[in-house]
């Protein structure tokens, strides 16, 4: 009896067969034929699970860089923006030395980029995940093979028509309850496999001969082969010696000031604050204060005290954001924990000491534009932000009901806009601006705003009907959008509770 086995790397594989029959289980013997045959560096697999959720007891393997079901709709993006990026990356460095494949790379002796397997368990529910005018998975069955990265998908039926099927040459059709899918997948032929789970049809040199696989994972109870999995699983990790696949980039769900002011220290640098991790890029998205001029934060209660004090944590904690705190708290004092900073130069809960500081922080401002016209054109980087937090609708009127601490505001977001500053209005009823209210009708015109719901409810401005489309979906604790202008940026906020000062 011989052996038959499939080249799935230069090659797209397709799996065909009704439920129960064995697909998922050929899926588990590519997955151990390679972490046993390959390192994470020469191999490295992702899967997408749409189908059992069995898969998910392999993503502790070393040569896995993470397993996703059709729940996981961030992580889904995330991972083609992974496996886009690495067919781009490849390409430049491919025309870099004059080649166009991987496998001419490869022949060239070079080892440094690894093979890339993606693994779909059922095709068809993946195909109807993505629009048809817009199919990454199609595109990467189409143009992968040339970069390195191959696709094994299993499936009921054969699926695509001209799209999807031709991409496939290694086809492998188990038994099926139509027998026209043997035809689809393998041209006409009298043979049928007999109703046993692994049995199935293979081509070979213009015939087609039936097979039997084997059971990857002997145990019978599906409970017991899980076990078995991970007990390999962690076999294979412990010879890795650390090394792993890239991982699909992701967003924790337990994002901690703590642990962003460790992972990304440089995105706190220049007076710069890092507002969260970016949905659109799995990264930080920072902006420096002073170019904000003025910084609205409005929506979910719990969420907006916890950016108060994330912002004035981030001051205290790194190095890079150096600013002066003059802050006018809410009347339950939810910052006064926080009050004895070195970054506050003033606090207060009392509504009317809002007009104190706001003259105090025009004053500071005025000094530096003295210098600044005198020449001294250096002055604003060696000295911190100037930072004015009120955090009360309290606050905001009584700067709007007096007539010198309103021309102190307009002087503020006017010409000394420069001076390395920034407004915040730190808990800003989402509700329309009125009529005649100076204060907020500069929010309202330079649309700087951090908010804490979904676009559709946003009452304080107007956004194109385009970007509140684009951001459809429901929002987790401490998401949010960061809108400049015309555009918006979903991120995820990290979670700073008050113990966090300790």
Not at 98 to 104: K, L, P, R, S
């Amino acid at each position: 009896m011989d052996e038959y086995s499939l080249d799935i790397f230069s090659r797209n594989t397709l799996i065909v067969g009704s439920q129960l029959m064995g697909k998922t289980n050929l899926l588990q013997t590519v997955l151990r034929s390679a972490a046993e045959m390959y390192s994470p560096e020469e191999v490295q697999i992702y899967i997408l699970d749409f189908a059992s959720l069995f898969l998910k007891n392999f993503e502790e393997l070393p040569q896995v860089g993470g397993v996703v079901t059709i729940q996981e709709t961030e992580k889904i993006k995330n991972l083609f923006r992974l496996l886009n990026d690495q067919v781009e990356l490849r390409r430049q460095k491919f025309m870099s030395i004059g080649v166009g494949t991987f496998a001419a790379y490869r022949e060239g002796g070079a080892r440094d980029i690894p093979q890339i397997l993606l693994l779909v368990d059922d095709l068809a529910a993946a195909k109807g995940y993505f629009p048809l005018d817009n199919d990454p998975l199609l595109a990467l069955c189409k143009d992968g093979l040339t970069v390195g990265i191959s696709v094994v998908a299993t499936a009921t039926q054969p699926i695509g028509g001209m799209s999807y099927l031709p991409t496939f040459a290694n086809r492998v059709a188990l038994y099926n309850n139509d027998v026209t899918a043997y035809g689809a997948l393998l041209g006409h032929n009298s043979i049928r496999p007999k109703e046993l789970p692994g049995r199935c049809l293979v081509p070979y040199e213009n015939a087609v001969f039936e097979c039997q696989s084997f059971l990857t994972f002997a145990m019978e109870r599906e409970i017991d082969r899980a076990q078995e999995i991970r007990a390999f699983c962690q076999k294979i990790k412990a010879s890795a010696g650390g090394k792993r696949a890239i991982p699909i980039p992701f967003i924790p769900k337990d994002l901690t000031a703590s642990g962003v002011y460790a992972a990304y220290p440089e995105a706190f640098d220049g007076g710069r604050l890092m507002f969260g991790l970016d949905y659109a890029t799995v990264k930080p998205l920072s902006v420096q204060l002073a170019a904000l001029g003025i910084l609205a934060v409005s929506g979910r209660g719990n969420d907006v005290r916890n950016f108060q004090r994330y912002l004035l944590t981030s001051a205290e904690k790194t190095d890079g954001l150096q600013a002066a705190f003059y802050i006018v708290d809410s009347i339950d004092r939810a910052l006064q924990p926080l009050s004895d900073f070195s970054c506050v130069t003033a606090y207060s809960f009392l509504p009317e000491q809002a007009v104190d500081m706001l003259q105090q922080v025009r004053q500071t401002a005025e000094e530096r534009y003295a210098r600044v016209a005198q020449g001294d054109l250096s002055v604003l980087d060696a000295l911190p932000t100037l930072v004015l937090m009120l955090n009360s609708a309290e606050a905001i009127q009584a700067v709007q009901q007096n007539k010198t601490a309103l021309e102190a505001w307009n002087l503020l977001t006017g010409k000394l806009k420069g001076m390395n500053l920034c407004l915040v209005l730190g808990a800003l009823d989402n509700a329309s601006i009125p009529f005649g209210s100076e204060v907020l009708k500069k929010v309202k015109d330079d649309r700087k705003l951090l908010f804490f719901d979904d676009l559709g409810n946003l009452k304080i401005g107007d956004l194109p009907y385009g970007t509140v489309k684009k951001f459809a979906g429901s929002l987790q604790k401490g998401d949010g959008y960061l809108i400049l202008g015309n555009e918006a940026a979903r991120i995820r906020v990290p979670d700073c509770p008050s113990q966090e000062k300790t």
